[in-house]
């Protein structure tokens, strides 16, 4: 089983990145998928989820209207588009899968990537 994030990087105030998780080694379109966020020093937040089929998404209040969450089941690929970032948008970027259906909290997800590191910094 992988989660394989990619994409971070240095960007400044205002600009946009493209996050990408290819998945193996499961049955993809049998699990939600959650993007989550940890800064240094606090906790593993929150950020967007996808159900099974993708028709659903679900978006923490400081994204909302900013990112777009979307997956390809043809090709267990998921994506999040973040836009107008913010200094407080600095963090680890996971992705992580849940057989089934779709929970916030990251303690009933199955599989997790190995993260992302995005700096929103001038």
């Known amino acids: 089983v992988q989660l394989q994030a990619s994409g971070g990087g240095l960007v400044q105030p205002g600009g946009s990145l493209r996050l990408s998780c290819a998945a193996s080694?499961?049955?993809?379109?049998?699990?939600?998928i959650g993007w989550f966020r940890q800064a240094p020093g606090k906790e593993r937040d929150f950020v967007v989820g996808?159900?099974?089929?993708?028709?659903?998404?679900y978006y923490g209040d400081s994204v909302e209207g900013r990112f777009t969450a979307s997956r390809d089941n043809t090709k267990n690929t998921l994506y999040l588009q973040m836009n107008s970032l913010k200094p407080e948008d600095t963090a680890v970027y996971f992705c992580?899968?849940?057989?089934?259906?779709?929970?916030?909290?990251?303690?009933?997800?199955?599989?997790w990537g190995q993260g992302t590191l995005v700096t929103v910094s001038s």
């Open positions: 996808i159900t099974r089929s993708g028709g659903r998404t």
């Open positions: 992580a899968a849940r057989y089934g259906v779709f929970t916030f909290r990251p303690v009933q997800y199955d599989y």
């Open positions: 080694g499961f049955p993809f379109d049998d699990y939600a």
